[in-house]
Antibody
Framework: QVQLVESGGGVVQPGRSLRLSCAAS????????MHWVRQAPGKGLEWVAV????????YYADSVKGQFTISRDNSKNTLYLQVNSLRAEDTAVYYC??????????????WGQGTLVIVSS | QSVLTQPPSVSAAPGQKVTISCSGS????????VCWYQQLPGTAPNLLIY???KRPSGIPDRFSGSKSGTSATLGITGLQTGDEADYYC???????????FGGGTKLTVL
């Protein structure tokens, strides 16, 4: 069965960096575009970034452009999110999600359980 | 402020029907497919509807989706207390080159 398992979250001081990981299993990872979505405490879902199946295309939310970098290692079935210069407003649960696309609309059919990032001094 | 607009909350009695609206523009809902997610408290979102009106396997037919122009609607019939959750619409925005979500709607089953 499809599994997405995030890791790398924790408590970090403002201005520091973290690398979040999402280990995928149960499907052909190298054939799927992958996304990061975050959710601040008590708030709604905020899309963060997407990377194409081969890593050649990446798109970011305006709120994280220049600060976050999405990448993937298809040989390790792992998605990454490098988060730099962290600010209090980056405090959130970060989810990875698999994109499904079969010629009509794209959607997220599987989500991980999320990893919590708390930015605090 | 979310690109897609949803009502913050809706409520109805058990067994009744409720609809949740999602309003956007030509760059998102108007020219792309819409999906809906249910997020139960403390859990990750779960896909409810994709391609405007299709249900993944395992999602009961009490849940339905529709789209007209730049708006989409999620319908839930035969409400159950277990349906209490936050509901989000989402789609790709071609002008922003970004995925966009609605702000979320909290459903209360009274």
């Amino acid at each position: 069965q499809v599994q997405l398992v995030e890791s790398g979250g924790g408590v970090v001081q403002p201005g520091r960096s973290l690398r979040l990981s999402c280990a995928a299993s149960g499907f052909t990872f190298g054939s799927s575009s992958m996304h990061w979505v975050r959710q601040a405490p008590g708030k709604g879902l905020e899309w963060v970034a997407v990377i194409s199946y081969d890593g050649s295309n990446k798109y970011y939310a305006d709120s994280v452009k220049g600060q976050f970098t999405i990448s993937r290692d298809n040989s390790k079935n792992t998605l990454y999110l490098q988060v730099n210069s962290l600010r209090a407003e980056d405090t959130a649960v970060y989810y990875c999600a698999r994109e499904a696309y079969y010629g009509t609309g794209a959607y997220f059919d599987y989500w991980g359980q999320g990893t919590l990032v708390i930015v605090s001094s | 402020q979310s690109v897609l607009t949803q009502p913050p909350s809706v409520s109805a009695a058990p067994g009744q029907k409720v609809t949740i609206s999602c309003s956007g523009s030509s760059s998102n809902i108007g020219n792309n497919y819409v999906c809906w997610y249910q997020q139960l408290p403390g859990t990750a979102p779960n896909l409810l509807i994709y391609d405007n009106n299709k249900r993944p396997s395992g999602i009961p037919d009490r849940f339905s989706g529709s789209k007209s122009g730049t708006s989409a609607t999620l319908g839930i019939t035969g409400l159950q207390t277990g349906d209490e959750a936050d509901y989000y619409c989402g789609t790709w925005d071609s002008s922003l080159s970004a995925w966009v979500f609605g702000g979320g709607t909290k459903l209360t089953v009274l």
